[in-house]
C-alpha cells in the first residue's frame, strides 16, 4: 500500500451535472476525512468518518454535498448540481492514530 | 470556515538561512500537525506534536507545541531550494478527530 489514493486526479464538469469523487485510504487507517481547498487558502474540514460511521459534518457541506463510506474502507464524495463555486480542490485524508496522511487530491473545475 | 492564524503568510528568503513560523489560536489544541504542500499536490506530514511543551525534530526541521497548548513554532535551519512551498499547521481539537488547518506561509528561498 503506497499510501491514499484519489481517483479523478482532474475533473472538468458543467454547472449544474453531477460529480461523484472516489478516495481509497491506507488500508489500516480506519479514520477518513474529506477537505475543500481553493486558491490560496489551507484545508476546510468537510466531513470524517471512523469507519462507516459518519461522525461530524461541517456546515459548508451543503444538501448538494453527501459523502459515502459503507464499508469502512473507500470513500466517495459526491455533489449534485455543481455550481461554479464549487470549483475547488478536494482533499481527502486517512489517519490510523493521530496523525494525518493525504491523499494528492481531485481538482474540480465547473464551467 | 475556520482556519487558524498562520505567519508569517510569504517569506523570502535566501538560501542556507534559517526560517521560522507560527500558529496561533483561541481554542486548546491536543495535536499540532505541520504540512508542506507543493502546487497541485495535497499537503505531505512533516511534523506532529502530541504534549505541550514538546520539541520534536524531522532532519533540518523543528517544531514546538506551545506551553499553552494554543500555539504551535516551526523552524527550518540551513534553508534550500527544495524547501519552496506552502506551510500548513493543523491544530486538533480536544473531544474530537477533526483538524483545524492555519492559513498557510509561502516560503520562497534564493539560491
Known amino acids: 500500500d503506497t499510501g491514499v489514493s484519489q481517483d479523478p486526479r482532474h475533473k472538468i464538469t458543467k454547472r449544474g451535472q453531477n460529480v461523484t469523487f472516489r478516495c481509497d485510504p491506507i488500508s489500516e487507517h480506519n479514520r477518513l476525512y474529506w477537505y475543500r481547498q481553493t486558491l490560496g487558502q489551507g484545508p476546510e474540514f468537510l466531513t470524517y468518518?471512523?469507519?462507516?460511521?459518519?461522525?461530524?459534518k461541517s456546515r459548508l457541506l451543503s444538501d448538494r454535498f453527501s459523502a459515502e463510506r459503507p464499508k469502512g474502507s473507500f470513500s466517495t464524495l459526491e455533489i449534485q448540481r455543481t455550481e461554479q463555486g464549487d470549483s475547488a480542490m478536494y482533499l481527502c485524508a486517512s489517519s490510523g492514530n493521530n496523525e494525518q496522511f493525504f491523499g494528492p487530491g481531485t481538482r474540480l473545475t465547473v464551467l | 470556515g475556520q482556519q487558524l492564524n498562520q505567519s508569517p503568510q510569504s517569506m523570502f528568503i535566501q538560501e542556507g538561512e534559517d526560517v521560522s513560523m507560527n500558529c496561533t489560536s483561541s481554542s486548546i489544541f491536543n495535536t499540532w500537525l505541520w504540512y508542506k504542500q507543493d502546487p497541485g499536490e495535497g499537503p505531505v506530514l512533516l511534523i506532529a506534536?502530541?504534549?505541550?511543551?514538546e520539541l520534536t525534530s524531522n532532519g533540518r526541521l523543528t517544531a514546538q507545541f506551545g506551553i499553552t497548548r494554543k500555539d504551535s513554532f516551526l523552524n527550518i535551519s540551513a534553508s534550500i531550494p527544495s524547501d519552496v512551498g506552502i506551510y500548513f499547521c493543523?491544530?486538533?481539537?480536544?473531544?474530537?478527530?477533526?483538524?483545524?488547518f492555519g492559513t498557510g506561509t509561502r516560503l520562497k528561498v534564493l539560491a
Open positions: 468518518f471512523q469507519n462507516e460511521a459518519q461522525l461530524e
Open positions: 493543523a491544530g486538533r481539537l480536544s473531544g474530537t478527530y477533526k483538524y483545524i
Open positions: 506534536l502530541y504534549k505541550a511543551g
